[in-house]
């Protein structure tokens, strides 16, 4: 710089002519020196100079050329005198030597540190971002178990031990060299071959026990054999018939277990059976043919055991002659068997053999003539049938004593209907005393004949003559099943009360039209329905068959009480009537209505007496448009609200929830089901699991470094699959 | 004719041994078990409502304390066993199964700052006002011997946090200024200091365990490294943290509890804004806990409540409190992630069940099936109206539901101002600032 300076003072000075110039100063100053020095004192110099320096040192110690920085000119200029420099550094050196530029100055400490925290963070938010992966994949894990990395506890088994710890010593490995050349196990099975197969043969305990049985089951077989030898010498004939009797038996007994263990054995004793059979039949042994049978029949007259011999052969003949009945040729029996199937009403007649609410045994419509009828031949059938598989020698009996109740079923059945018939007659009359108010009557008209003209269409084929008693509707809903449904229903009717109950039969329809014309008089009535009119077609009463339903007696009293006491709890109910009165009030709601708006005085004359004008009437009612028809408008027995229940809302959802994109990704979430009734155990089992495992009483640690590793080899081990 | 019998495999039907449970075939036809929505949303209801019925998670609550507990440390090894220390210098050492305190010892003059149980369970550390550390073996002593610590270091102030590193003999004080000791030595081996006077809690992080946080008086929150000289990173929000807790399973995630009633989950990486702000208490939240599974924490604070709440969850899942509880000063999560310990300003250390309907102890498969079974229908059902009203009902005491309704309607007509005051103004000029990023003052490299 300091040269650059100079070299601008005097410009027109070349290099040479500066130093030349320099020198021409020196001497100058020296020459003004050595005047001063020549007048008065001398003066004490501050420092010699021996060169003009722009920097003066305050120790008076000029150094030369110490006020100058180094150039790198100066450094260069050695440099091709030293031989050891390379020449790469050398032209380095001359690149810098042309570029001019300085050095900045360092930055504050403020600064630094700023700088040297933000490398530090970005190393330490790199650090930590390699858990990206774990942590994402947990929050998407259905299930996460803590702790992470379970031991199972307990003792470890010793191969596991063993197999971490390598033989490194020479001794070790020698020991090692000496187990594996003999077969002696070191990792994984503990036992040698010879001891697994030590293991599985029979042990001490083992062959003590077998040995012991082997004692006992000949100790037994010379026992038996002793007993056969002292039997067989036994002289009487009746001990061994009645031996061999039993011998039979017992053979018996075990054929017929052999025919389902062993159908082969089975099958070779069945021949064999079947010749002994045929040579009985073949001979005359046990006809009573014989010497002896002969002697005997003699004897019969007056012997009672003579008969009695003779019988006992007889029955011998008939053993020994009998066909065997096993499974094994069941196929010949089937006819036999086919006599016993319950005839299929018997079925029908138990579906709702369990219900003891009166009310809930009618049906509303069935075809109820026909059946019974069916019924009645059914049971005169099934007496038969049931006569029929009883032995021959009581089936005269029998049939006399199934005909017997069969009679009195029926005179129940008719007495019954002739006192329905006498009540049907009766009730109106009363009904016309007590009467209802007019309002009730009318509408129970209207809904009698509301349904007489739906029922119409059904009842084409069915006569409907309302003196016909048949048809008529049994009282109560109460279905009849067996013997003692019959006798309580004698006794019911027997009750009053309970008869009042019942609903009214057809005559009282006819008469109330009648009635209400005749009383119009507010007058309380006990509302009844006529079902007669209103239901389509009777109920069924069903006859039982008497002899396959077995009942406990208790059980049966059981029901007649609950029974009893359901009818008295809902003595005051008429189901029927009440639904009929609901599905009438719903259809008048969903009825449109006129709305009157006319205001009298407006556009007219006002005052007393005066009428409105039907134009402005005619203005000013507003009918509304008919409702679309009703879906229950042809089913008598159902009420079909198409409102929207607003207590439902209640518990419905009414936005869709976050996670959600659209209503049925929602909807289809909600409907499948994930209860046992719906899913399969295992299913069950995986859709229930929990997100969190933890197991009680174990230390949950935090996450450790070795996962970040472990997931890093499982990461390459799924990229390889 | 042929006539059908039925018959049927006895393996089918017949059970192994008579301990197992009775065989019975199901017909899962959908058409024989119909209406499974209502069904289920019944039991679902029901579910809840037992859930309810069975909320009962308050255990146990452990007095012998002869001032206000003002820290506690968890056993780094042993489940039953818990550390407290008192605002007197007492510190208690209870043994959780019998409900009893198992020692005692005078470890203080003036209050117990910090306490932390060496990763090993054999020692552990207590700070105190009176500028020591001192180190004391698990063990109690014998009879009649005098309860001496291991090892005594005077510092030069007072420290108010401690905690220690999760493998190494290294623990992290917090005063002045945060430091970096050694056990093996009396003076720290590296010092923090970041223009801050004061530090209220320092926590090493349990998964990257050469990190640190800490919070700061002047309402900031330090990140460090333990191996740079320098501290890493700073933010500064409105009001200041007292406590800081990082999540253990996962490594960058820290939740700090603040005076502004509301504790902020931020990520470490990015501390512009916090990744959730979790509202609910009604005053300072004092401390914070995370659950071991890494999924929940639970936070206490001066409005004498204890909170529990997801980590992602912006409100509570759970508030426990009772009569008798003060303010609840310091809160720790049990290491098995079932019970929840609670040291309140009244001297008592409170047993909480973490999961307040669970059935403790062991359950039969079956048991666990049908628990399993209800958990998922609540899940399932849990937006309905009327399953989520009876799940999220609970009671509150009287001044802490006044209270939050008052802070509803303060905040309701702060918003509804910046709404007015947005609306009269030029578009543009007043930006619509989150709740996230309203909390956040700066944050300083």
Known sequence: ?721 | MKVKVLSRNPDDYVRETKLDIQRVPRNYDPTLHPFEVTREYTRALNATKLERVFAKPFLASLDGHRDGVNCMAKHTKSLSTLLSGSCDGEVKVWNLTKHECVRTLQAHEGFVRGMVVRYCGASFFTVGDDKTIKQWKMEAMGYGEEEVPLNTILGKTVFTGLDHHQKDGVFATCGQQVDIWDEQRSSPIRSFTWGVDSFSCVRFNPVETELLGSCASDRSIVLYDMRESMPLKKVIMTMRSNTLCWNPMEAYYFTCSNEDYNLYTYDMRYLQRPVTVHMDHVSAVLDVDYSPTGKEFVSASFDKTVRIFLKDGGHSREVYHTKRMQHVICVKWSADSKYIMSGSDEMNIRLWKANAAEKLGVLAPRERQAANYSQKLKEKFQHHPQIRRIARHRHLPKNIYHQTKELRIMKEARSRKERNVRKHSKPGTIPVVSEKEKHVVTVVQ
């Open chain 1, 1 to 721: 710089c300091e040269e650059q300076e100079l070299n601008e003072a005097d410009e027109n000075i070349t290099s040479e002519e500066e130093e030349y110039g320099c020198e021409d100063d020196r001497k100058r100053q020296k020459l003004l020196e050595a005047i001063s020095a020549l007048g008065g004192k001398r003066k004490k110099r501050l420092g010699e100079r021996s060169e003009a320096a722009v920097q003066m040192s305050e120790f008076t110690v000029n150094a030369e050329g110490e006020g100058d920085k180094i150039d790198l000119s100066d450094l260069i200029g050695t440099m091709d005198k030293t031989p050891a420099i390379s020449a790469k550094t050398k032209n380095r050196l001359r690149k810098l030597q042309k570029s001019k530029k300085t050095i900045e100055c360092p930055l504050s400490k403020q600064e630094t540190e700023r700088i040297q925290r933000d490398v530090a963070f970005q190393k330490a938010a790199t650090e930590v971002s390699r858990w990206d992966g774990i942590i994402k994949q947990n929050q998407r894990a259905e299930q996460l178990v803590f702790p992470v990395n379970q031991e199972p506890s307990g003792p470890k088994p010793m191969e596991r031990v063993v197999t971490s710890w390598k033989a490194q010593t020479p001794l070790e490995q020698e020991i090692f060299a000496l187990l594996s050349a003999n077969k002696q196990p070191i990792t994984d099975p503990i036992l040698t071959p010879t001891e697994t197969a030590s293991l599985k043969a029979m042990s001490l305990e083992e062959a003590k026990i077998r040995r012991a049985e082997l004692q006992k089951a000949r100790a037994l077989q010379s026992y038996y054999e002793a007993k056969a030898r002292r039997e067989r010498k036994i002289k009487s004939k009746k001990y061994h018939k009645v031996h061999n009797k039993d011998k039979r038996k017992v053979f018996l007994k075990q054929f017929d277990e052999m025919v389902k263990t062993d159908p082969a054995a089975a099958l070779e004793e069945l021949n064999k059976m079947e010749l002994a059979r045929m040579q009985e039949r073949m001979s005359l042994k046990h006809q009573n043919s014989g010497k002896w049978a002969k002697s005997k029949a003699v004897m019969a007259k007056y012997d009672e055991g003579a008969r009695k011999a003779m019988q006992q052969q007889l029955e011998v003949n008939k053993e020994l002659t009998q066909k065997l009945i096993t499974s094994l040729n069941n196929e010949e029996e089937e006819e036999g068997v086919d006599v016993e199937v319950m005839p299929d009403f018997v079925n029908d007649a138990e579906q709702g053999l369990d219900s003891s609410n009166p009310w809930m045994r009618g049906k509303l419509s069935e075809d109820h003539t026909e059946k019974e009828i069916s019924d009645i031949v059914d049971l005169s059938a099934e007496g038969a049938g049931v006569a029929e598989n009883t032995a021959e020698e009581e089936e005269d009996t029998e049939k006399v004593e199934e005909t017997e109740e069969e009679a009195l079923l029926r005179e129940f059945d008719s007495r019954r209907k002739l006192r329905q018939a006498q009540e049907a007659d009766v009730v109106p009359s009363a009904a016309e005393e007590l009467d209802a108010s007019d309002k009730e009557a009318e509408e129970l008209t209207e809904f009698t004949s509301l349904f007489r003209g739906i029922a119409e269409q059904a009842e084409a084929a069915a006569d409907a003559s309302p003196s016909d008693t048949k048809t008529q509707l049994d009282e109560g809903l109460m279905r009849i099943k067996t013997l003692e449904d019959v006798e309580l229903l004698s006794q019911e009717e027997s009750a009053p009360e309970i008869a009042s109950v019942q609903p009214q039969p057809s005559p009282a329809t006819e008469n109330l039209p009648h009635a209400t014309q005749q009383g119009g008089k507010n007058r309380k009535r006990k509302r009844g329905i006529e079902l007669k009119e209103v239901l389509t077609k009777e109920t069924k009463v069903i006859q039982v068959p008497l002899a396959p339903t077995v009942e406990d007696k208790e059980d049966s009293d059981e029901n007649l009480d609950q029974r009893g006491l359901i009818k008295e709890a809902f003595a005051g109910d008429d189901v029927i009537s009440d639904f009929l009165r609901d599905k009438r009030k719903q259809e008048d709601a969903g009825k449109p209505k006129v709305v009157d708006l006319t205001l009298p005085g407006w556009g007219e004359w006002g005052g007393m007496g005066l009428k409105v004008s039907r134009n402005k009437r005619r203005r000013f009612r507003i009918k509304t448009a008919p409702p679309p028809p009703r879906k229950d408008e042809r089913l008598p027995s159902v009420i079909i609200s198409e409102r929207k229940n607003s207590s439902i809302s209640l518990h419905q959802v009414n936005s869709l929830p976050f996670p959600f994109e659209n209503h049925s990704q929602f909807e289809s979430i909600i409907c499948s089901p994930v209860g046992r009734t719906w899913n399969t155990e295992r299913t069950v089992k995986r859709v229930t699991k929990p997100k969190v495992v933890t197991r009680l009483g174990a230390i949950i640690e935090p996450m450790a470094r070795e996962e970040l590793m472990r997931d890093k080899n499982h990461g390459s081990a799924g990229n390889a699959k």
